[in-house]
């Protein structure tokens, strides 16, 4: 607390002291004030230069710490629980390392519980058990509900598809007869929307087989190290599954061309891939698997995986025509209690350019603008103004995608 001058104690006696005295009491006062203001201004300058120290190291250890939650993770198991520390057992290169953890963590682990560590192989958490994984990333669907009546516009694409996949499960024994090797794998490519996951369904649907669908991107984005163990469990799946249709979405997430970059990231979806060639090019005992894969990005993948006896045959997808749209619009308004004055072919002329999932887009929000307006059937307008506002989304979707 400061004193006021009102309260400081006079250093001389009012009465008595002369005016000399009074001068030279306050000049050593003033001394001695002087002296301490000096101490507190260098103890201030201290603390200041303490507080800018830690300031920086604050800011240090905030960089890293983002720097840790934006690099990889890689998985582990924990082998042992020791004394001195975990031991863990890398995926991938199957490194074991010892490592510290706190007291909370270590409380959670315990030996073949699968982790996440950082670059410096510190354990950052514990993870799921893998049939959890592997549920959250393959879709095993025994009986998909798609037939070939529902997709419109792709005749020439099914009938490849039906010769292909279809054809070496219903029959094998004709190929076998003619001697030739049925196609190891199909991929599927074009815009997205267009029915190639449809397709794969359908054909699933035809021959009674599984459908285990499986997105590239899931098999390498998540932690480190799974990709190709995933690749091999997959197939695990679908020999267990027999006869199944394996469809693997997205593909150029892990077969695009090499870059030269040589991070642990590009590693990881080489290893994956290299995986995924090793189990197609053991197709004499995939037995009644099939494999179609997809892509909305053809010019991305590395040709390896296009090779004879892996994805050898190449089927394109494209956006409908006029009279693939107008099939399409009827497919998805089967169900629907649709006007009289309800013109298809007009529809399919308006919606030049939409693919089929825009379609089935256009097709739902014409029947909530119906509903909205209290009616149970759906108008022309109402298709037209769904195209309106369908459109208008989609293209500011790709603007913002452009700018993104
Ligand atoms: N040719 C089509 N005929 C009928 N409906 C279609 C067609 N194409 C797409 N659709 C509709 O769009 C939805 C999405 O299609 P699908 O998932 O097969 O597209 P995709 O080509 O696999 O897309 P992506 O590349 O984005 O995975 C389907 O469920 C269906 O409702």
Redesign the pocket.
């Given at each position: 607390m400061t004193d006021t001058v009102d309260d400081v104690d006079l250093p001389y006696d009012e009465e008595a002291a002369s005016q000399q005295d009074k001068i030279e009491a306050l000049r050593e006062r003033l001394d001695v004030l002087e002296g301490q203001n000096e101490e507190m201004r260098d103890k201030l300058l201290d603390a200041n230069a303490e507080n800018n120290k830690y300031q920086q190291k604050l800011e240090r250890l905030t960089h890293e710490n983002k720097k840790l939650k934006q690099s990889p993770l890689f998985v582990a198991t924990v082998q042992e629980l020791t004394d001195e520390g975990v031991i863990i057992k890398q995926h991938g290169n199957n490194q074991e390392a010892l490592t510290e953890v706190t007291e909370e963590m270590r409380s959670e682990l315990e030996p073949d519980s699968r982790v996440a560590v950082n670059n410096s192989l510190s354990v950052v958490k514990r993870l799921d058990k893998e049939t959890d994984v592997r549920a959250r990333v393959m879709q095993v669907d025994h009986s998909p509900d798609v037939r070939y009546e529902?997709?419109?516009?792709?005749e020439a694409q099914m009938q490849e598809v039906r010769e292909t996949v279809e054809m070496p499960l219903d029959r094998p024994e004709m190929f076998e007869q003619v001697g030739i090797e049925p196609p190891s794998g199909v991929l599927l490519h074009?815009p997205?929307?267009?029915?190639?996951?449809?397709?794969a369904k359908a054909v699933a649907n035809q021959t009674d087989a599984t459908f285990i669908k499986m997105a590239g991107s899931e098999l390498v984005h998540k932690f480190i190290g799974e990709g190709a163990k995933l690749v091999r469990d997959l197939f695990e799946v679908a020999r267990e599954n027999e006869p199944a249709v394996l469809f693997i979405?997205e593909i150029d997430a892990i077969a695009s061309k090499r870059t030269d970059s040589k991070t642990s990231g590009d590693a990881e979806v080489q290893r994956t891939m290299m995986q995924l060639l090793s189990e197609m090019d053991g197709f004499e005992e995939r037995g009644d698997i099939r494999i179609i894969a997809?892509t909305?990005r053809f010019d991305m993948l590395d040709p390896a995986i296009l090779r004879p006896g892996r994805f050898d045959r190449l089927i394109e997808?494209p956006k409908?025509d006029d009279a693939?749209r107008e099939i399409?619009f009827k497919?998805?308004t089967r169900d629907m209690n649709v006007a009289d004055d309800v013109d298809f072919e007009a529809l399919a002329e308006m919606a030049s350019d939409a693919?089929?999932?825009d379609?089935?887009a256009v097709c739902t929000e014409a029947g909530m603008f119906a509903i909205r307006d209290d009616r149970t059937e759906i108008y022309m307008d109402d298709f037209v103004s769904a195209w309106e506002k369908i459109s208008a989304e989609t293209t500011d979707d790709s603007v913002s995608r452009a700018f993104a």
């Open positions: 529902d997709i419109g516009g792709l074009g997205p929307g267009t029915g190639k996951t449809m397709l979405d997809a909305n997808v409908p693939g399409i497919i998805h693919s089929g999932a379609i089935k």
